[in-house]
């Protein structure tokens, strides 16, 4: 029988935007990461944080410059909002995972578009942040063994990072951090989130927004 198929194709009709870029340049210096760790760092279950949580307060000027201009084109190509608003970074933080430490799944509240930027990863470390399907729970009800997993029948999505890499996200995306395979090696990244001002909706239509 002869195959009468004219043509076909698979469509991802909602996916989901995990936005990255590199820099060809270090935008951190040794002095600045070692004055915001001087300032102290709060542990946590599997790893560490940043006593100071607004660190583009008062530091890295050149890399928060670089991640403004990334987060204007995420906002273009993603959210393409028809208004003039301002997103602006809120908080931000240093994250140290020392050796055999990580970071468990967890989202972003109170936020639009969350990011780290890497600083240190070690050259045999390879982990990097991984990305859980939203719906994970319900796509498991029935669940089937893969001869290979694909974006499609996967629920959850593995990147590897280097030095000097940018990602940006939806806040509400669930990510997790594999444990610091380097025995010796900090791996150093810094986060931060990502919220709006401006005026949003239509005040006749009662969606009228105003956030300030």
């Known amino acids: 029988m002869s195959?009468?198929?004219?043509?076909?194709?698979?469509?991802?009709?909602?996916?989901?935007?995990?936005?990255?870029?590199?820099?060809?340049?270090d935008l951190t210096s040794k002095e600045e990461i070692e004055k915001v760790i001087q300032q102290g760092m709060k542990k946590?279950?599997?790893?560490?944080?940043?006593?100071?949580?607004?660190?583009?307060?008062e530091n890295f000027k050149e890399l928060k410059e670089f991640i403004e201009e990334h987060i204007k084109k995420y906002v273009e190509?993603?959210?393409?909002?028809?208004?003039?608003?301002?997103?602006?970074?809120?908080?931000?933080?240093?994250?140290?995972?020392k050796p055999g430490e990580s970071?468990?799944?967890?989202?972003?509240?109170n936020s639009i578009i969350s990011g780290v930027f890497y600083v240190s990863v070690?050259?045999?470390?390879?982990?990097?942040?991984?990305?859980?399907?939203?719906?994970?729970?319900?796509?498991?009800?029935?669940?089937?063994?893969?001869?290979?997993?694909?974006?499609?029948?996967?629920?959850?999505w593995f990147f590897p990072v280097n030095n000097n890499e940018l990602i940006l996200f939806p806040s509400w995306l669930h990510h997790r951090v594999d444990p610091n395979e380097?025995?010796?090696?900090?791996?150093?990244?810094?986060?931060?989130n990502v919220f709006v001002k401006g005026v949003m909706g239509e005040t006749l239509e009662l969606t009228e927004l105003i956030l300030k």
């Not at 946590?44 to 307060?57: G, K, R, W």
């Open 3 to 25: 195959n009468k198929t004219e043509w076909q194709e698979t469509v991802g009709v909602f996916p989901i935007p995990v936005y990255v870029a590199k820099s060809n340049s």
């Open 44 to 57: 946590n279950t599997s790893n560490s944080t940043s006593m100071n949580t607004y660190i583009f307060d």
């Open 77 to 97: 190509d993603v959210i393409h909002p028809r208004e003039e608003l301002d997103f602006y970074i809120t908080q931000s933080w240093l994250t140290l995972n």
């Open 103 to 109: 970071l468990h799944s967890h989202c972003h509240a």
């Open 122 to 156: 070690p050259k045999n470390d390879h982990s990097g942040i991984t990305f859980v399907d939203p719906n994970f729970k319900i796509r498991e009800v029935i669940k089937f063994e893969q001869k290979g997993f694909t974006p499609w029948n996967s629920t959850s």
């Open 182 to 192: 380097n025995a010796t090696i900090d791996r150093i990244s810094i986060a931060f």
